[in-house]
């Protein structure tokens, strides 16, 4: 059998949870206002507002608002299994609902896109061409 190959050492040291996780928690504070919307509703203004209970990992509990949490039982369309998104200041989170307790909806999160970065691919994306 031949030797393993060794390799070089690092010179950084190794990212850690802890440094990762520091960082996905200046997504988006807690207590935070969020607006969770159908994914397919397409219209701005038909999202659900509520604040940020919780965020561990890649999973968000977010508190709908007392105003819209009866609405929301009575028309049944932030179910389990729906996808959705949840905007607040500086971040979009797309995701599924995993579970709902009267207005609590837990979230399991695909995609966070810093909405800051999206606005600037969105100017140019839309810019007008130079001829």
């Known amino acids: 059998m031949e030797p393993r190959p060794s390799y070089p050492a690092r010179s950084q040291p190794p990212i850690f949870r ?5 960082i996905i928690g200046r997504m988006c504070d807690q207590n935070e ?3 969770v919307r159908l994914l397919h509703a ?13 965020r561990e990992g890649r999973r968000l509990t977010v508190n709908l608002t007392a105003d819209n949490a009866a609405g929301d039982l009575n028309t049944g369309d932030l179910y389990t299994g729906a996808v959705v998104e949840v905007e607040c200041e500086h971040f979009l989170f797309l995701g599924e609902i995993l579970g709902r307790q009267s207005n609590r909806l837990i979230i399991a999160v695909e995609h966070a896109v810093n909405r ?13 061409q130079q001829a």
């Open 33 to 35: 206002a969020v607006t």
């Open 42 to 54: 397409g219209e701005p203004g038909a999202g659900r507002r509520g604040h940020l209970e919780n």
């Open 116 to 128: 800051a970065a999206l606005a600037e691919i969105q100017d140019v994306w839309h810019a007008p």
């Open 18 to 22: 802890a440094g990762i996780l520091r």
